[in-house]
C-alpha cells in the first residue's frame, strides 16, 4: 500500500503484540472482500488497542472501504499528529462524501483548535464545498487575536491560496498584515485571480 502504510507499521509495531499484528499487516495487504470483513471487525470489536484500530482503518479507508470512516475521523482530530497524518491521508483515497463537512466540523471547533492542523490540510485536499468557506472562518477566528496556533493559521492561508477563490482575498489581506503569515500570505495572494473588470489592488 505504499510508503504511508510502511510508515505506520513501522510506528505502532514497538506496541502492538506480535502475533496479531502479523495477522493484521496480512490481511491489510491482501486486500481482497474476506480480509476486508476481518479488519472491519476489529473496529467494532470491543476493548481493541488502538494501534490494531488505526492499521485496520488505514487500511480500509485506502481501499475505499467506509466501513472506515468513523475511526479516521477520529483519528483525524487525534492527540498524536503522526495519527491525524495517517487518517487524513486515508480519509483522502476513502473519498466518503461525509469527510468534507467531518472535517469542517473538526476544523471549527474552538475547543479543539490545537488539533485542528490536518482537518485544514485535508479540506484543502479535498476541494470540496465546504473547504473554502470553513478556512475562511477558522483564519479570521485566529487572526482576531494572538496567533498561538500560528502554523494552523498559516494551513489556512496555504490552503485558500492552493484554491484560488476570490472570496478568500478579504481574509488573506489581513493576514499579510501579520508579520509571521505575510509571505505566505502575499503569495496566496499571487495565485487568485485577479477580478476582470478591474484590478485587484496589491
Known amino acids: 500500500m505504499g510508503d504511508a502504510f510502511r510508515a505506520l507499521i513501522d510506528r505502532v509495531r514497538p506496541e502492538a503484540e506480535p502475533v496479531e499484528y502479523a495477522r493484521l499487516v496480512t ?5 481482497g472482500p474476506e480480509a476486508r470483513d476481518q479488519l ?7 476493548e481493541r488497542p488502538l494501534w490494531a484500530r488505526e492499521i485496520a482503518a488505514f487500511a480500509l ?26 487518517a487524513a491521508q486515508a480519509l483522502e483515497k476513502l473519498r ?12 471549527t471547533n474552538e475547543l479543539r483548535t490545537a488539533y485542528a492542523l490536518y482537518p485544514v490540510r485535508l479540506l484543502t485536499a479535498l476541494r470540496a464545498p465546504e473547504s473554502v468557506p470553513t478556512l475562511i472562518n477558522v483564519l479570521q477566528r485566529l ?11 498559516e494551513a489556512c492561508v496555504l490552503g485558500l ?9 478579504p481574509v488573506l489581506d489581513a493576514a499579510a498584515e501579520h508579520h509571521r503569515l505575510s509571505p505566505s500570505a502575499k503569495a496566496a495572494l499571487a495565485r487568485i ?8 489592488h496589491t
Open 27 to 31: 490481511l491489510a495487504r491482501q486486500r
Open 40 to 46: 472491519a471487525s476489529v473496529l467494532v470489536e470491543a
Open 61 to 86: 479507508g485506502s481501499a475505499g472501504d467506509s466501513r472506515a470512516f468513523e475511526t479516521l475521523v477520529f483519528m483525524l482530530n487525534y492527540r498524536d499528529p503522526t495519527r491525524c497524518a495517517s
Open 96 to 107: 466518503d462524501p461525509r469527510t468534507a463537512k467531518a472535517a469542517a466540523a473538526l476544523a
Open 143 to 153: 487572526l482576531i487575536g494572538p496567533l498561538h496556533y500560528w502554523p494552523i493559521a
Open 161 to 169: 491560496g492552493a484554491l484560488g477563490d476570490k472570496r478568500a482575498v
Open 193 to 200: 485571480p485577479a477580478p476582470s473588470s478591474a484590478g485587484r
